[in-house]
Protein backbone atom coordinates (compact mmCIF):
# COMPACT_ATOMS: atom_id res chain seq x y z
CA UNK A 1 0.00 0.00 0.00
CA UNK A 2 1.25 3.59 -0.20
CA UNK A 3 3.50 4.94 2.31
CA UNK A 4 4.41 8.35 2.93
CA UNK A 5 6.49 8.91 5.70
CA UNK A 6 7.78 12.57 6.97
CA UNK A 7 11.00 13.32 8.69
CA UNK A 8 12.71 16.29 9.76
CA UNK A 9 10.79 18.51 12.53
CA UNK A 10 11.50 19.59 15.61
CA UNK A 11 12.21 22.47 17.81
CA UNK A 12 13.84 25.79 16.77
CA UNK A 13 14.28 29.32 17.33
CA UNK A 14 12.46 32.27 15.63
CA UNK A 15 14.70 32.72 12.37
CA UNK A 16 16.32 29.15 12.36
CA UNK A 17 15.63 26.87 9.05
CA UNK A 18 14.77 23.20 9.07
CA UNK A 19 14.11 20.65 5.69
CA UNK A 20 11.55 18.37 6.24
CA UNK A 21 11.55 14.82 4.21
CA UNK A 22 8.90 12.76 3.04
CA UNK A 23 10.05 9.25 1.35
CA UNK A 24 7.07 7.64 -0.50
CA UNK A 25 6.50 3.87 -1.10
CA UNK A 26 4.01 1.75 -2.93
CA UNK A 27 3.41 4.26 -5.57
CA UNK A 28 4.94 5.59 -8.99
CA UNK A 29 5.94 8.70 -7.35
CA UNK A 30 7.41 10.29 -10.74
CA UNK A 31 4.11 10.68 -11.82
CA UNK A 32 2.34 12.03 -8.85
CA UNK A 33 1.99 16.17 -7.62
CA UNK A 34 2.74 16.13 -4.15
CA UNK A 35 2.05 18.74 -1.67
CA UNK A 36 2.75 19.86 2.15
CA UNK A 37 -0.11 20.76 4.50
CA UNK A 38 0.31 21.98 7.79
CA UNK A 39 -2.21 22.20 10.59
CA UNK A 40 -2.18 23.99 14.12
CA UNK A 41 -4.25 22.95 17.20
CA UNK A 42 -7.57 24.72 16.96
CA UNK A 43 -7.08 25.46 13.75
CA UNK A 44 -7.74 23.37 9.85
CA UNK A 45 -5.71 22.22 7.83
CA UNK A 46 -4.38 24.54 5.48
CA UNK A 47 -2.52 24.29 2.25
CA UNK A 48 1.60 25.15 2.46
CA UNK A 49 3.37 24.25 -0.72
CA UNK A 50 2.65 21.96 -4.00
CA UNK A 51 4.78 20.53 -6.61
CA UNK A 52 4.33 19.03 -10.11
CA UNK A 53 4.89 15.36 -10.47
CA UNK A 54 8.25 16.71 -12.97
CA UNK A 55 9.00 18.93 -10.43
CA UNK A 56 8.90 21.64 -13.40
CA UNK A 57 5.69 23.14 -11.56
CA UNK A 58 5.76 24.70 -7.66
CA UNK A 59 3.04 26.85 -6.28
CA UNK A 60 3.14 28.28 -2.61
CA UNK A 61 1.35 29.71 -0.05
CA UNK A 62 1.43 33.29 0.57
CA UNK A 63 1.79 32.46 3.83
CA UNK A 64 5.28 31.18 3.36
CA UNK A 65 6.00 32.48 0.02
CA UNK A 66 9.86 33.65 -0.51
CA UNK A 67 10.74 31.48 2.97
CA UNK A 68 10.15 27.65 2.36
CA UNK A 69 10.81 25.98 -0.66
CA UNK A 70 9.22 22.64 -2.29
CA UNK A 71 11.37 20.19 -3.82
CA UNK A 72 11.55 16.34 -5.12
CA UNK A 73 13.89 13.80 -5.88
CA UNK A 74 12.12 11.10 -8.44
CA UNK A 75 15.02 9.00 -7.69
CA UNK A 76 14.68 8.73 -4.14
CA UNK A 77 11.08 8.84 -3.97
CA UNK A 78 10.85 12.07 -1.78
CA UNK A 79 9.55 15.30 -1.72
CA UNK A 80 11.43 18.11 0.51
CA UNK A 81 10.36 21.08 2.22
CA UNK A 82 13.02 23.80 3.24
CA UNK A 83 11.94 26.11 6.03
CA UNK A 84 14.10 29.39 6.74
CA UNK A 85 12.89 32.56 8.28
CA UNK A 86 11.21 30.12 10.69
CA UNK A 87 8.14 31.82 12.37
CA UNK A 88 6.39 31.10 15.64
CA UNK A 89 2.85 31.32 13.71
CA UNK A 90 4.59 28.23 11.59
CA UNK A 91 4.09 25.88 14.29
CA UNK A 92 2.07 22.97 13.50
CA UNK A 93 1.99 19.19 12.53
CA UNK A 94 3.46 19.65 9.01
CA UNK A 95 1.66 16.49 6.23
CA UNK A 96 3.03 15.86 2.62
CA UNK A 97 0.60 14.23 0.52
CA UNK A 98 0.27 12.65 -2.96
CA UNK A 99 -2.19 13.77 -5.73
CA UNK A 100 -4.36 10.38 -6.21
CA UNK A 101 -4.54 10.68 -10.05
CA UNK A 102 -1.08 9.81 -11.50
CA UNK A 103 -0.01 13.38 -13.87
CA UNK A 104 -2.87 15.29 -12.12
CA UNK A 105 -2.08 19.23 -11.58
CA UNK A 106 -0.28 20.87 -9.03
CA UNK A 107 -3.38 21.80 -6.58
CA UNK A 108 -4.08 23.58 -2.99
CA UNK A 109 -7.20 21.48 -2.69
CA UNK A 110 -6.86 18.88 0.13
CA UNK A 111 -9.57 17.05 -1.51
CA UNK A 112 -7.27 16.05 -4.66
CA UNK A 113 -5.01 14.46 -2.22
CA UNK A 114 -5.33 10.76 -1.80
CA UNK A 115 -2.32 9.95 0.24
CA UNK A 116 -1.07 11.33 3.30
CA UNK A 117 1.56 10.71 5.86
CA UNK A 118 1.79 10.84 9.36
CA UNK A 119 2.47 14.11 10.42
CA UNK A 120 5.83 16.16 11.35
CA UNK A 121 5.79 18.12 14.07
CA UNK A 122 7.64 21.58 13.99
CA UNK A 123 7.76 23.95 16.85
CA UNK A 124 8.99 27.77 16.18
CA UNK A 125 10.33 29.17 19.89
CA UNK A 126 10.05 33.17 19.55
Known sequence: QVQLVESGGGLVQ??????LSCAASGLTFSRHAMGWFRQAPGKEREFV???GWSGGTT??????KGRFT???DNAKNTVYLQMNSLKPEDTAVYYCAAVT???GVVT??????GYWGQG??????S
Open 70 to 72: ISR
Open 14 to 19: AGGSLR
Open 59 to 64: YDASSV
Open 101 to 103: REF
Open 49 to 51: AAI
Open 108 to 113: TSTYEY
Open 120 to 125: TQVTVS
